[in-house]
């Protein structure tokens, strides 16, 4: 391994020690939490990590709780809390059990009472319980539309609040009169908080014309039943919630740059172009290739390496058949277009250790990536055509593997230049 891919290696995991949120959560709840009764509730990726931070914090005094993550993120028991791991990003029934289960523990509470609501990236498929009248069925063939032609997350979740009895501020108010104190680990570009998790407990900044318009942009086929869903306004008003953000993309990505500027064992003038960079993930690739391939130009100018550092959310508009996630289209393309060159490392991740529907957290490439595929019998052209950045990078060896993290805090992309 290079000099430059160990330093993108340990970047990448430093920046992500960073955004995980036990410290984050317990400074959260230094406020003392006066209330007879506390009751845990925490959905997302992040939702095991925030649980177990605040049951050490807390104790006893939370009388009851459940943690709703994804399939794989727990990481044990928590005390008496309930642990449910459902569905991503396409939800199933038994996400719907655990989000039953959870309004039940929130239901009858008084204005004595305390809702402490845990929220991470993912929430929305995780933690789902459809309006009256639309099925499992609708939901799902939703989402997979949705994620199919490209749109963003904030574009997703407008749609998500408006099908659902818990987004959109409407978990808040089933948990009225009862206070809710709302620990938020952003996942969203500019931090919106009735974006992340699609707001269970925000007010709705989103409109029905909103929603309408997100439908004929995509062209989307959604039946009567969610149509007349998108009619209903969500709440614009909700008094009984206090919220705090203790992590975001800005974090994960300054981590980076630090590092490598200052940690890296060599001097590397690392910058950092963005935080809520929001495109097509091919041209992202091909954005990284091309300032790649200027330092390339510009390098017996320089007395040091240099890296550009960003992060936000890229979407991925799924026309083949192939297997990969934004991270990993991101990767390839951006192998395609530093093909050749020596000295230069790609890397995009997704900060929660899973980038699509893969056990990939996204891909490491450099000038030698596009030859390794190449050399095992693949076209990296055609396989980026087809949207398979998984096979692709995986016959290279570059797929990047970490596992579940514990954390969600959008996607890290950094080039480095010797």
């Not at 290696?9 to 430093?14: E, F, P, Q, R």
């Not at 509470?109 to 009248?133: C, H, N, Q, R, Y």
């Not at 130009?297 to 550009?308: L, M, Q, W």
Request: charged content about 20%; overall charge negative; aromatic content about 4%.
């Amino acid at each position: 391994m290079t000099k430059i891919r160990e330093a993108a290696v340990s970047a990448a995991k430093y920046a992500i020690d960073q955004v995980l949120p036990e410290q984050a959560v317990k400074g959260a709840l230094a406020d003392n939490v006066e209330s007879e009764t506390i009751v845990l509730v925490a959905i997302g990726k992040a939702a095991w990590r925030m649980a177990n931070a605040a049951h050490e914090s807390l104790g006893a005094r939370i009388k009851r709780g459940c943690v709703i993550t994804k399939d794989g993120h727990s990481m044990g028991p928590i005390g008496e809390l309930e642990i449910f791991e459902t569905a991503h990003p396409v939800p199933e029934q038994r996400n719907f059990d655990a989000a039953k289960r959870a309004v039940s523990m929130v239901s009858g509470l008084t204005e004595k009472d305390t809702v402490l609501f845990m929220i991470s990236g993912g929430g929305s498929a995780l933690f789902e319980l459809p309006s009256e009248g639309v099925s499992l069925a609708d939901i799902a063939d939703m989402t997979s539309q949705l994620l199919a032609c490209g749109a963003n997350i904030v574009e997703i979740n407008t749609l998500r609040k408006r099908v659902s009895s818990v987004k959109g501020g409407r978990f808040a108010q089933i948990c009225a009169p009862a206070s809710v104190r709302a620990i938020a680990l952003s996942d969203v570009l500019g931090d919106r908080l009735d974006s992340i998790a699609s707001g269970p407990a925000f007010s709705d900044s989103s409109t029905c014309e909103d929603a309408v318009a997100i439908v004929r942009k995509y062209g989307l086929k959604l039946p009567q039943s969610i149509m007349e869903k998108l009619s209903v306004e969500t709440p614009k008003k909700l008094d009984n919630v206090l919220t705090r953000i203790t992590g975001s993309g800005f974090v994960l990505c300054e981590a980076a740059r630090n590092f490598l500027s200052e940690k890296a064992g060599q001097k590397i003038d690392a910058t950092l172009l963005a935080t809520t960079l929001d495109c097509e993930a091919a041209e992202g690739g091909a954005f990284f290739a091309a300032l790649a391939r200027e330092a390339v130009r510009t390098r017996k100018d320089r007395a040091s390496p240099v890296a550009f550092v960003a992060g936000g959310e890229n979407v991925v508009k799924i026309k083949g058949k192939g297997k990969g996630g934004r991270c990993q289209e991101m990767a390839l393309a951006a192998a395609i277009g530093i093909q050749g060159l020596d000295g230069v490392v790609f890397m995009a991740i997704g900060s929660d250790g899973t980038d699509g529907p893969t056990d990939a957290a996204g891909g490491i490439v450099d000038g030698e990536t596009t030859r390794r595929i190449l050399n095992s019998g693949f076209n990296p052209n055609a396989m980026l055509s087809d949207n398979d950045s998984y096979h692709a990078l995986k016959a290279a060896g570059d797929l990047f593997v970490t596992g579940p993290t514990g954390t969600n805090v959008n996607d890290l992309y950094f080039v480095i230049v010797e």
